[in-house]
């Protein structure tokens, strides 16, 4: 009877052990996602609507050279539409925190050469004179630091010239929730929303000021 119970017993053990073990795994699992979706601000990468959004001041500016600032590529869903809207695919300058991303996108797209580093240091690879058409950003600016977000809010302005753009997506909808940066020193020339994306996005264009 004793012996009956024990095995009995030994099975349900095992048995909840073996569910407690895959349930912790699967928390582990979870909040390595969760962990992950608070750097990246996302839990999904951009889709080619959002992309294509992103690109088309890009493609109205076609003629236009310069370098192409990509702040924040990840694994370059948006990368993918910069190079094929510009005549130069060498002109077009990554610039991506994760070194794990970095590897993936310069092995994906072999032309370029992601710079492994933050977006606060911009600065550091736009050389004296050289003229920057664009940037690109898909940082997660609303879940980052303040005072990283100033940083790049300076940085981004110090290389823009006259003619230059930036686009930012953000997933905030709303349009006056818009003042990532010190105020003045960007004036926003269009906005709409990518309803098709998912999450739904707003596309920010900005000069500066
Ligand atoms: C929301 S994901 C966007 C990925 C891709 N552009 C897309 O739209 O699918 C944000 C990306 O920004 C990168 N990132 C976060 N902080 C950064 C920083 N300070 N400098 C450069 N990249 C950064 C993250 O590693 C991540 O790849």
């Not at 030994?10 to 582990?28: A, M, T």
């Not at 002109?91 to 590897?103: C, G, K, R, T």
């Not at 290389?159 to 003045?184: E, H, N």
Request: glycine letters at 6%; charged letters at 25%; hydrophobic letters at 40%.
């Amino acid at each position: 009877m004793l012996r009956v119970s024990t095995s009995f017993y030994s099975v349900i053990s095992s048995g909840e052990q073996l569910i407690l073990k895959f349930g912790s795994k699967f928390l582990h699992f979870w909040k390595l996602r969760v962990d992950r979706a608070r750097s990246l601000g996302t839990v999904a990468p951009s889709s080619r609507y959002l992309a294509r959004d992103m690109v088309t001041e890009l493609k109205k500016n076609h003629s236009e050279n310069g370098v192409v600032v990509e702040l924040g590529p990840g694994n370059g869903a948006i990368t993918r539409h910069i190079l094929s809207s510009v005549q130069d695919p060498e002109s077009v300058l990554p610039i991506e925190i994760s070194s794990d991303s970095v590897e993936k996108l310069n092995r994906k797209f072999p032309v370029l050469n992601a710079v492994h580093d933050s977006a606060a240091n911009l600065e550091k690879y736009i050389t004296n004179g050289q003229k920057v058409q664009a940037i690109i950003s898909g940082l997660p600016l609303r879940v980052m630091p303040r005072d990283c977000v100033h940083q790049i809010g300076e940085a981004i302005h110090n290389v823009m010239g006259p003619d230059s753009i930036y686009v930012q997506y953000t997933y905030d909808l709303r349009p006056k929730k818009d003042a990532y940066f010190k105020r003045g020193n960007f004036k926003k020339i269009s906005s709409r929303i990518v309803w098709r994306n998912l999450p739904p996005a707003r596309v920010d264009v900005f000069v500066a000021n």
